[in-house]
């Protein structure tokens, strides 16, 4: 690749950045990072009436969670700017006049109302897909059909017309996909699109193959959905003289279960967020974000990386820059990548294992009440991360360590708690009291001395042992957890327990 890499995402502003969305940017990230090139942010939002306020800077502050932030474009500038195709407005129409005067497109001067006339006569005819095309264009009100001197007539009267494109007839399109390989698809199966609106605005396919060419975009790399606009695509270029990019046409991301896309309404269904960050409708309707879901950004990365793409073996976990290195259009397979939200909750919990204890305790640190110091925190992230998939269960399953306990197991009350129990605890209490340097091994070296002394096992003990300090029937090490605590706050709670306990039980 001689020339500088340069890929675009061009999203278009017309709601939250679903999940796929986000896979998008990232291998266009990737691909741009891995060959040294420019990754563009461009806002297509040539459709006014899809646009949605705030849909923009979403898309701008999802990138920038989930750390894949463009180099150029909207919000980050650039010399071939402005980067928003609403800004870009009266760029356009020359170039659709350029086609128009090089035989590529024609005006069409047919009013909305005579277009569905015209479908619904179709239909009564028994032509349910009726499309102005190399067929019926010689019937409508265009430059094709009309003189010269009526089209003149009729614009300089101020009568509103598009422009479209001429597609031949009977041509075989041909363009090679990174992932697809040879695409190759017969005019006659394609209509003839509109490129500028009346009004000015171009449409999606002529506003991106201008700006396309403009921003000296090498590859184009998108979504499966856009694979039937690449013949069109590759048309413009030629009709415009201009060398056309590399394509790379994603596959779909499938719903975990059964067939099809992957929408938002699965997410609803199945209770996994679609989108990367929290997203509230003008109607206060609120969808989930992975960002406020507990997920760290790398493990959603992560999970969106493997979701069409694949190494050549079984490894699974990359932090970015390994994922740079890696990433290869060719290793993107073809059919649709189902997502699977329990490996999205494993992703999370690998992260949350290798984040360092230091990092989570400034996690959890506003997720609590109280003043604790975050060496102390960090040791409670230490005890917790094994078996915690979000920071949040850190918070919630540790909550003895930051609060005092106000309420016992059931369970653990109603099998656990014997009659010899209380007496067992009373003796244990004792023990702990003599010991001096409170560290998980004196505490363990005790308590197991204590279980041969008397002959126990640890069934007599160590429940409710765990039920008076923390309140509840499992967690980390009893040692550890002590340690953690101190010797005064895990006597205290054994002495006051013994007694709520025994009620409890009485009453249960
Ligand atoms: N604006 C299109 C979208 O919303 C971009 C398609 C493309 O990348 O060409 O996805």
Not at 125 to 151: D, H
Not at 247 to 274: E, Q
Not at 359 to 373: R, T
Request: proline share 5%; charged share 25%.
């Amino acid at each position: 690749m001689a020339e500088k890499v340069r890929v675009r995402f061009a999203p278009s502003p017309t709601g939250p950045l679903h999940m796929g969305g986000v896979r998008t940017a990232l291998y266009n990230y990737l691909f741009a990072k891995k060959h040294g090139g420019d990754f563009l942010l461009r806002i297509e939002d040539t459709d006014e009436k899809r646009f949605v306020e705030g849909a923009q800077q979403y898309i701008i502050d999802s990138l920038k969670w989930c750390g894949i932030e463009p180099n150029e474009g909207a919000g980050y500038g650039g010399e071939l700017g402005p980067y928003v195709q609403s800004e870009r407005k009266t760029m356009y129409q020359p170039y659709a006049q350029q086609l128009v005067d090089s035989g590529h497109a024609y005006i069409a001067f047919d009013t909305a109302e005579e277009l569905d006339k015209m479908r619904d006569q179709a239909k009564e005819m028994g032509l349910p897909n009726w499309q102005y095309n190399s067929v019926t264009r010689s019937s409508m009100k265009n430059s094709i059909s009309l003189s010269k001197e009526e089209v003149e007539k009729r614009i300089a009267a101020g009568d509103e017309y598009t422009i479209r494109m001429k597609m031949p007839r009977n041509e075989e399109i041909k363009f090679e996909d990174i992932i697809r390989g040879w695409v190759s698809v017969n005019t006659n199966n394609l209509d003839d699109k509109i490129l500028l609106k009346p009004g000015g605005m171009p449409t999606y396919h002529l506003a991106n193959i201008v700006d396309d060419h403009l921003m000296q975009i090498t590859h184009v790399i998108r979504g499966e959905e856009w694979l039937p606009s690449a013949p069109l695509h590759v048309l413009l270029y030629d009709a415009f003289g201009w060398e056309r990019p590399q394509f790379a046409h994603l596959p779909l991301i499938l719903r975990p279960d059964g067939n099809g896309k992957l929408s938002k309404r699965d997410g609803d269904r199945l209770g996994f967020p679609v989108f990367p960050l929290n997203w509230t409708t003008s109607e206060g309707e609120l969808y989930s974000g992975y960002k406020e879901a507990g997920y760290f950004p790398g493990a959603f990365i992560n999970m969106l990386c493997l979701l069409g793409w694949n190494p050549g073996n079984n490894e699974e976990i990359f932090t970015l820059d390994e994922m740079v290195d890696k990433f290869s259009l060719e290793r993107v397979g073809k059919s649709g990548a189902r997502f699977d939200p329990e490996k999205t909750k494993w992703f999370n919990q690998q992260y949350l294992r290798s984040t360092a204890n230091e990092e989570l305790a400034e996690m959890v640190k506003p997720m609590i009440n109280g003043d604790f110091s975050i060496p102390y925190i960090a040791k409670v992230c230490e005890l917790m991360k094994e078996r915690a998939t979000f920071i949040s269960d850190i918070v919630n399953d540790g909550q003895y360590f930051f609060s005092e306990v106000t309420s016992y197991d059931d369970g653990t009350v109603k099998k656990k708690w014997k009659e010899d129990t209380p007496t067992i605890m009373e003796e244990l209490i004792s023990e702990l009291e003599a010991i001096s340097d409170f560290t998980t091994e004196n505490i363990e070296k005790v308590f197991s001395a204590y279980l041969e002394k008397k002959g126990y096992g640890f069934g007599n003990v160590g429940p409710g042992f765990r039920l008076l300090v923390t309140g509840s029937g499992m967690g980390p090490s009893m040692f550890d957890i002590c340690a953690t605590l101190g010797k005064e706050k895990v006597l205290e709670r054994m002495k006051k327990g013994i007694d709520i306990v025994n009620q409890l039980k009485a009453t249960a």
